[in-house]
């Protein structure tokens, strides 16, 4: 730049073509490198990983086909088909990586993914038929990959190297098609800026989807290390390690010994007083589990030269578990006892199991210190919830039903037992409707067949909770009523028409005073009380008092208000006449009523009032 020259730069595409069409002349070229490196990852994954490269195309399809409303199978089947393909792929690439760091031949390995993922794939499709629970095996299957090659092979530190460059590759890989898919977007968006053309507007769907589906997975495969005896990096690479080794070191670590520490503070509170766990201990101290594992297998290469708290973490990360592992346990037992298994409690159960078999493998031996086992622990048990009598669905199962028939079954009087469909409080049919719905989440109503009618369980599946529920009359929610309600935000001007005092917007409720008497017990806004008594509202100033029909006066009101968006709907205003002959004037921005009795249960309301009618008189 040139003194004295103004230079100007242009910030609209509009203002400067030239700008616009360097840009669009350099895409291709951007776009085709990055095309390039694309199949040459998908290159490698196809020959390496054939059938996972497959069923990765056979999603895409499908992903893209749903989006035009075009179903191979039933809609609703659709993403049970899209998880058994996902499930099946991820276990073939745990087979080859197996029998790759074993070296076995090229059609050996193939064919055991081929015969792996048949199995998985097809338990995953007819799961609950099966009494198999898919999630956990699709999930198990996935973080199985890092572990495949490792097991009773090779040590320690090349498991961490595979499993780093895995994480970082797969990582990258995603972030790359979304940052590819991103300025893609934003290109065509300029192009039908400024030439007034492009794509309709479900194409975007239809590539997001083919990039999330297809480019990424195979890319992600494609970036899977092919050596399975690299070690910790050197030179160069080191930067990345040393930044990871701030990061444990100043930042992980020492959050880690600090939640520890709340941790034990609070199970000593516990023991002191008596208290029973809060509820959401359970997963506090599960995630807590997870997280001081995860770390310990982080900072595993990383033990030499640590900072001081990495260094006591690592040597007794498993004494920080015990006391929370143990404070998880009572507060499960505590709940089984009185509840039984649900799929939370179970998981929560097994979280705490594999804590502590990891606990017990850092006793002195061959695994002590080996996070290899640390990793393969809660990933075998959870592949193992997913089928078998020891599995989510049959312990829920098992569970519940051995509950129901301890408080619901009576004899039949002819030497059986059944459900009794009668005779229960709304207590305990809250309590039954509660279980036969964690029966129907497990897909286990068919154990209380021998208690119900025989036809009962014949027909479609879907349909067996409605005629369960129907059968023991709880067709209806239970102790739930249906709500009437409206909330008004547009704005609007306010008639006063003679008032002369105004209540503040107040938010009243069902059998509350609301402005009788602040926390501190100071009366609030001069004495004025607001109550709402059924269909009454209650307003009282000072010593007087009086009451108003305000129900009929939101009866009055069109039904309309009911479906009427916040934002479009002014504040209803209504005048009431009290018993006493006073007057007042009411701004409703929302009403909640008893769908059933038409009581109001609470309103938001600003009031309107003369002070004059309110000066002490005979009678109120």
Known sequence: ?????????????????????????????????????????????????PLASLLIVAIAILSNLALRDVYPVAEDDLAWLLAAFYGAAAISVVMVLAMEARDVSVAVRQGASVLVALVVGAAI???????????????????????AGYLSLRDAERFWVFTFWTVV????????????????SAILEMIRYLFEVGLPSDAYEHI??????????????????????ERMPAGQDERLISGLRILFDWV???????????????????????????????????????????????????????A????????????????????????????LDAQGFTLERYYLMLGALAAGLVLTLQLPGRTRGDIRWMAAVPVLLLALSAFGPWGAYDTVGRSQTAHIVERFVVDDGAGGHRLAATGRSDREAAELRSRLYVLDDVSQLERLAPLLPADLMEGKESDRRERVFAELDLSGPVGVRELRSFTANAPMVIDIAGFDRVVPERDVRQGLADGETSSTGAPLSGGVVLQLEGWEFVLRIGEAEDRFDLASAIDALPDTIYSAAPDRLPMQIVDLNGVNGRNVRLALRQIVRDGDDGAILSALLTVYYRSGEWQERPGG
């Open 308 to 335: 001081a708290a990495t260094r006591l973490f690592t040597r007794y990360f498993a004494l920080a578990l015990l006391v929370p592992l143990t404070l998880l346990a009572y507060a499960i037992w505590l709940r």
């Open 208 to 229: 997001f989807a083919t990039a999330f589906a297809l480019v990424g997975p195979l890319f992600a495969l494609g970036r899977i290390p092919h050596h399975f005896d």
């Open 252 to 306: 992980a670590v020492p959050l880690v010994l600090a939640t520890a520490l709340v941790l034990h503070l609070y199970a000593a509170k516990i023991l002191v007083t008596g208290d029973v766990p809060q509820g959401e201990i359970g997963w506090i101290v599960t995630f807590f589990a997870v997280f001081v594992l995860l770390l310990r297998i982080a900072v595993d290469p990383f033990r030499t030269g640590a």
């Open 125 to 147: 499709w007819v799961g609950p038929a099966l009494a198999v629970f898919p999630p956990p095996l699709i999930v198990a299957a996935t973080f199985a990959v890092p572990l």
């Open 169 to 184: 590759g797969v990582s990258l890989a995603f972030l790359s098609v979304l940052l590819f898919v991103l300025g893609l």
């Open 1 to 49: 730049m040139h003194p004295g020259r103004h230079t100007e730069f242009p910030t609209d595409p509009k203002a400067d073509p030239t700008m616009a069409l360097r840009t669009m002349r350099s895409a291709p070229r951007h776009v085709g490198q990055f095309w390039r490196s694309l199949a040459a990852g998908a290159g490698v994954a196809a020959f390496r990983f």
